[in-house]
Every structure is written in C-alpha cells, then in structure tokens.
C-alpha cells in the first residue's frame, strides 16, 4: 500500500480517512458502521484512558460497571432521556440461535423471544441510576462518584472513523449529590478537567461554555462542553458534562435522608469523552505527510534508524546505540530501535513521519566517527547534527518543546478562526469562506437557531464561560442581545 | 444490613454470595444475570487488569479492540464452533424504538428489522479472523499477537455473581503464527502466563494441564488449562489456553507468502481470564469474617484506625498518623486512614475485616505516649503492638508474609485434597465423602469420560502437565491406561 496521502487542500475528508487507516489507527469492519481499532491505534487510545483515568481518581472518584442491556422500560421512565436516545438502538430480542432443519445454516431459535426486549446502551444513565436507588439512603452515602469505562452502540446512520461509529468506547462519570449547588459545582469541575486533558495532554485548545437548549443532552438542565477547531474550520465537540438537576433521582426514585432526617430526591451530574478524541486528535495537528502526535500520547516518542551498508557498520551501530537507548529511558522518554533489514531507511523515514513519532534519530558510520546523530523533528520536519553526549537531555526538551509548540499551532490557527459578526450576510459569508467560530449576537431562543441552522448548517457550539456583556442586536432577528455566542458547523 | 456471614461449613453456596454482595464487590442488577460490579470490587479487577496487561505486553503482545457484534453467518463458517457457541447468544434484531401510537410507551420499530441479524460477541474468534484476513500477507506479518480486553454474553441460564454471569469482563488473546510448533509454543506460553499470575498474585495454586476432548474449547485442536481448588472441594478452570491449528485460518481464508513464495495456512491460538477470577479469588481465601485479600491484589494494604475519647485526642493521633503514613507511603503501601467520626472503631474493625484488608493499625492515646501501635493480621486475626520506629519495614516484611501465607495455606489445602483411586467405589466415595480432586487412570474414550460424568458428576479437569507414565486400569472400564488424569465436581 503507498503511503503518500491525498493532500488536506485536496480533500480534507479523504485526507482523514486515508491517514486514519494507513497510520494503522483503525479500518471499518465487516459489521455496518463499526470500526476496528488496531494496535496502534489503541496504544494512543491506552494513554488517553490512563491520564484521564488517574485525573478522575485524583477528583475522588471510583470505577464500576453496569449491565451491557438495558430493559426497555427504563428508558420510558424519563420522559425527555427517551425521546433523545430511544431512537437509534441496537435492541435484543431473542437468546438463541439453533441449527435449521436442513442442517445448513444458523437461525434464530423463535421460541427463545424475550419478555422484554433490551437496548445495548447508549449511555448508562438510565441503568446505573436503577442501581443508585439501592445504593444511597442517607446524607453519608453523598457524594457518590463513579465512572465507567464502557462500550455503547447508537445506530448512525452516516459513520465516519472515530468520528461517529455505531459502537464506540467512552467513559461515562455518573455523580449523585444532596444539593444543586454540589452538582453544579461537579459538572463544571469534570469540563475542567476534560479542558485541561484537551490542552495539555492532546495539545488541543478548546472553548469552554454552555451549550444553547437546542444542544443540550437529553435529560439535562445544562450541558458544559468543550470545543476544538479542526483544521478545515470545522468545530468538533470534544468532551461534555451534564447538570442533571433531580430528573433521573425522581425518575428512578432515589432519594436520601437529610442529617435532619428529611427525604429529599438527589441532584445528578453525568460526563463523558469517547473514542472520538482519537479523531479530533489526529485532524488538529497531522499534516499531508501524515500524523503529528503530542509527546505525551505518543506511544513512541523517539525512533532510532541505522544508516548502514555493511553488516559490519551495523553492528558497530548496534552497539552505540545502545549505549543512547539506556540514557533515554533513563529519561523515560519512549524509544523503538528499528534495525529491520528487511526494509531501507528511506521507507523506515515514511513510516515513522506517517506516524507521527515525534523525534527521529538517524545514525551511520560518519556519525560513530564524529560522535553525532542526525535529530529530526516531526513537527517541523527540522534536522540538526547533534552530539551524543547530552543526546538524552537534548531529547527530552526537545519533546516538551513539540509539545508546546503543536499547542501554540493550533492555538494560533484556532484564534485565526474566531470572527465576530454583526450581520447576517457576514455570518453567511465568513461560514462560508473563512470556516471556523463565528462570534454572533443571538436572540436566545430555539427557533432563531433553527433557522440559522436551516440557512447555513452552523449550530450555536457553545456560549463561552468567559463571554462578556455586552450590548447588541441578535444576527438574524435583529431583537435584543446581551451576549455573544459561538456559532459553527460542526462535525 | 448487619455484616455477619453465614458460615462456611453451614452453606458453603450462601457465604459466597453473602459474602460478594456485603463487602461490596457485586451484585444482581435489574437485568436478568447481569451483574453490577460494585467500586471495590471493580478496584480489585483493576488491579488483575494492570498486571495481567502488563505480563501480556512483556511477551510481545498487543491490545486492540474489534466489535461488539457479529454477523450470524460468520458464526457458520467453523463448523465445530458453531456448535459450541451459537446456542446462547443474545440477538440483535433491530435497530430503532419508537414512541407507540397511544402515545404511552415505546416498542420496537418493525420497519427497522436487520437484514442479517447480529449477534453480541459470546467470543471472537471469528470476527477477529475475519480482520486477519486482511492483516496477514506475508512471513513478515507473523507472529501476529494481539489482545482484546472486553465484554462478552453468554445466555447462561443458571447464574452466579462473578462465577457465571451473562455478561462478564475478560480477556481474549488471538495469535497467528506461521508454524503448528510456534503455535502450540505460544498456547503454552500463555497458559504458563496464567499460572504465573495466578500463584504470585492472586496467590491461588493452580494445576496446569490438557484438558480431554470433552471439555475442549469449539474449534481447538487443543485446551491448555490452569485448575483451582476451592475451599468447598470443588474445582474451577481459572484459565484456559487454546492451539485451534489451521481452523479458523481455513475458515476465513487466512494465508501467508512463506519466504519461498508459497501461501500457506496460518496457525492459531487463543486464550482468556475473566472476572471468574474474582470468584475464585474469594472462594480461595475468604474466611467467616469475610474476605482475605493478597495484598499483592489489595486496593487497600494497610488500614489505620485512630482510637479516642474526645477531639483533642484525635487531633494528636491525625498528627501523628500523618507521620505514619508517609513512612508507609515511601515504601509503596497503600493505606486508608478512616478516622470518620460517624462510625466506632468496632464497626471500622468488622468492616475492613469483612473487606479482606491485610493489616489494620489500631492507635489511641496510650499508644502516643508508648511510641507504639497495634498491628493486626487478616489472614491470622492475630495482633501485636509494635514500634511505630520502624512500623513502615514491618508492615511491608509483613504483607510479603501474608502474601505468603495463603499461598501457603491453600497450596496444602490443595494438596491434602488430591487423592489417588484404584476401583470406581472408592472414586464414588472419594468424591462424595472428601471432595477435591481425584486422581485416577481413564481409559481415554469420551464415552467412559461421559458415563463417569452421569454417574458422580465429576469431570475430567485436565491430564497435568507433569503427569507421570505409569501402568494402570481405567477406573470405570478396567481398560488399560498409561497416565492418571485428574477427576472433580467442579463450578
């Protein structure tokens, strides 16, 4: 398979298919919209969950995990939860599959039908809140804190790699409180830390803010997002954390006694982020030569390719290179040798830029006289002839540099892509030719941005946490306005 | 809900389950044998999780992730698999719900029937195959060593938490190989793997072996087991390891260009743990004041509890713990200091008693003034008062002890329990009156394998590893038979 790429000014769309593949992230499988992750790709996966697994634990919480199936009589019991989920569900309907009369082929066994039919969740709130019912009585069992690692299935009609998948891994944070104020607090803290899982550990900027009603989960009296610009000037909704409000404790019935010894219903929170980061990831920094990673998630951080002709040469570079693996993993920096002969260096330089291993050190036999390598950047595609001596600490704030630096890329590029509108022929045309945020005053209400919607296909994406007053008059109705609010198509 | 157990030796069934539900590990939930797994028993499959991917990983393996659902007719195409698994799946029919015409409830969208039906993952085998196809083209692809952690169903119709569950967590690894010896190689490999983690941590003997044909995994050419022996004389398959030769490569067309140019046939293998693990982790150790935890596997190593009459006494023990702790910390133990003011120190003692936490320091204010504390031992609900001087050295020497201790103590429960027979009555007598395993010749045939089924219940549980050559008459047929196997009831 070639590893050259369709260019992102070509065709942006295919560009992320082809690279998502060929990089070996994932493929789609033989079953209609879900994806296979290969090794490589969930090795990124694996770090994604580790640092927001270990930022979850350090908030207080705990994991567990709830029934796969959901009887479908849970999903009735809240009334707006069902109308935004119920509709694109894998449902189980029988238990068994028996052999046909013919003795050929396998078929449902039709007297194994279910009483009640149940849904592979599409989110556990309606399974776990079931179990909250028996696990809080009292003040002392408040707060409860607890996040899953889970798979879930929502039957997508269009899927795209990562992006939208009808099975996709996530981690869904379900939280019970004994007041509104602790469940706000808690829901604002999770997008806090979705923000700084985005920035430092992704190196992707995001906005955080509120999302409008129209965008809101299904059940939730607030939604707080955080949203990322992908490279085309589309918004990507990368992380999300609900205000449940009492919605899913009265449904459920769970209440607890108050130190006085009342019976009050408790206050919910619920947060998630999913494989899609691994999409979001991949469109906010790769370029035409394929991925860019972050240090931080890179499985490898630093690969080493002999440049050699004789097996001699080889072996001599075998040996020194050695010696510079140890000092690097004395560092911690993670570091693959690839002294395969099968393949030239050439192809190996392909490969590893392909795959965005962030620092790449080449070595040949003028090196071992002159006691260099040569250190190439993926980032900036740089090289620079370096001394070995301090090679591993060289390495090491060279990492942190590409860190910084891919952050401050895409800071840039995102910033370039907020525009603030004041009418709505300019709404039109920015959307249209520019792409990106667009910053617009807005009446507020639902069928305002409907219609918007309907006109241009840009959705409110959220409105900022740090939004300042300010006087104005909605893009579209013209009617009064007290903020701006951050408009975008989205994928 | 009051903590006592019920006693082992009164019903040896209901201690476990009282047992797994009151020192929060699991419980049923509202799904018929699906279980909810609770945070502290969540905590501990963590931590199997962590070491079990980590020994994976340091044989050369990798995780990657394949979907949830799988197409009926893949089920078809490895004729012995088929058999062995299609009875007790849970089928996906549909796609949608929809709200009913009344308006009242919501029922399944007949217009959204599948074309094929889809069937949750009860193994995956196939549909990792299936992927294969695509992977493997050369010599170069192989070994391929990939590893899946997931969810998988099974209809079972008799369910016990943890032991045999509709859903439950594991572990799948699926390796392909270009010849039959490295395969093979690889499947012992990984049964080996098994009983490493088994004895070192879960502190759990085990026997390795071969199982007979009977008890073959679908599709395997061979089943290398790893068996347990619980407290009650009954056998569990902790884990098992399978060489599937040429099956599954047949099945989906998976073939490799050797060195020579010619396709061939890949080799296979597959092998998995699951939460069964926890199971018999509890049925190992646990005593009639609730579980006992190797501390190698405990999220909680060492709990401190402060002993007071009045607040000023607490407040010097709080400083005076810090202290501890820190020592404690530095020697990478994981301690939990409850000096919650709501619950007394015997309701602390009976709950971190019931919970399995291997050392328990009790220190009040006589202590203070003696530089002491008392230190007690789960394992042995012994108790001595120590030096706080060097508690942090004794405290770890002793979880090393513990840790021990119980492999120990259940490595001579084991032993006792394995009993050579020389005539059918004393097989019957054996297994009714003593239990455990017995060791006995078989002549090799399925038939006689499954007329001593009938008859005691027991079942071959494997031909051990280490089995010795040795003349002899099959036990129920008088046939002759070269090698004992090993005979139980088993969970």
Redo the contacts between chains.
């Keep these: 398979m070639s590893k050259k790429l369709t260019k992102r000014s070509e065709d942006y769309s295919k560009w992320y298919n082809e690279l998502v593949v060929k990089a070996n992230l994932a493929?789609n499988?033989?079953?209609r919209g879900?994806?296979?992750?290969?090794?490589y790709g969930?090795?990124i996966w694996?770090k994604m969950q580790a640092e927001l697994d270990k930022m979850f634990k350090e908030t207080g919480h705990?994991?567990?995990?709830?029934?796969?199936?959901?009887?479908?009589?849970?999903?009735?019991k809240e009334a707006s939860h069902?109308d935004g989920f119920?509709?694109?569900?894998?449902?189980?309907?029988?238990?068994?599959?028996?052999?046909s009369e013919d003795g050929k082929?396998?078929v449902?066994d039709e007297s194994a039908k279910l009483e009640e039919?149940?849904?592979?969740r599409p989110t556990s709130e309606t399974?776990i809140w079931?179990?909250y019912r028996?696990w809080i009585q009292s003040y002392?069992d408040l707060p409860l804190l607890?996040n899953q690692w889970?798979?879930v299935?929502r039957?997508e009609m269009r899927t795209r790699l990562f992006l939208r998948t009808a099975?996709f891994?996530w981690q869904e944070g379900h939280t019970a409180h004994a007041t509104r104020e602790e469940a706000v607090e808690e829901a604002k803290k999770m997008q806090g830390v979705y923000a700084n899982f985005a920035e430092n550990f992704m190196a992707m900027p995001v906005i955080k803010g509120e999302k409008s009603e129209n965008e809101r989960f299904a059940g939730a009296l607030n939604t707080y997002t955080i949203e990322a610009l992908m490279q085309d000037g589309k918004a990507l909704q990368a992380g999300t954390s609900h205000f449940l409000g009492q919605n899913f404790a009265k449904a459920f019935d769970v209440k607890y006694a108050t130190k006085e010894g009342k019976q009050e219903y408790v206050w919910a929170t619920s947060w998630g982020v999913s494989t899609r980061l691994m999409g979001a990831l991949v469109m906010t920094h790769s370029d035409d030569y394929g991925l860019v990673l972050p240090p931080k998630l890179a499985p490898i951080q630093l690969v080493i390719v002999p440049i050699h002709r004789t097996d001699e040469q080889l072996e001599e570079i075998n040996k020194k290179v050695e010696e510079i693996t140890i000092a690097l993993r004395k560092k911690d920096i993670l570091v693959k040798y690839d002294n395969r002969t099968?393949h030239k260096p050439g192809w190996k330089f392909a490969e590893y830029e392909l795959k965005g291993v962030p620092l790449r050190i080449a070595i040949g036999p003028r090196d071992l006289e002159n006691n260099t390598v040569e250190l190439a950047r993926r980032d900036t595609l740089t090289k620079e002839t370096v001394s070995i001596d301090n090679i591993a600490k060289k390495s090491k704030n060279l990492l942190e540099e590409i860190q910084n630096n891919i952050f401050k890329k895409a800071l840039d590029f995102r910033d370039e892509l907020i525009t603030e509108v004041n009418d709505f022929e300019e709404f039109k045309e920015v959307l249209e030719n520019k792409g990106g945020f667009v910053s617009a005053h807005w009446d507020g209400t639902s069928e305002t941005e409907d219609q918007i919607k309907k006109l241009t296909k840009a959705t409110i994406r959220c409105i900022p946490l740090d939004v300042k007053e300010e006087e104005g008059v909605c893009v579209l109705t013209k009617e009064k306005s007290s903020k701006r609010v951050l408009f975008a198509k989205a994928y």
């Design positions: 493929e499988s033989g079953v879900m994806m296979v992750i290969k090794p969930y090795a694996e705990e994991n567990a995990y709830f029934p796969l199936l959901i009887p479908k009589s849970y999903f009735s069902v119920a509709k694109e569900c894998a449902v189980v309907t029988h238990y068994r599959l028996k052999t082929e396998i449902v039919e149940l849904i592979i399974i079931d179990s028996k002392r607890i889970a798979n299935v039957w099975e891994l099968t």
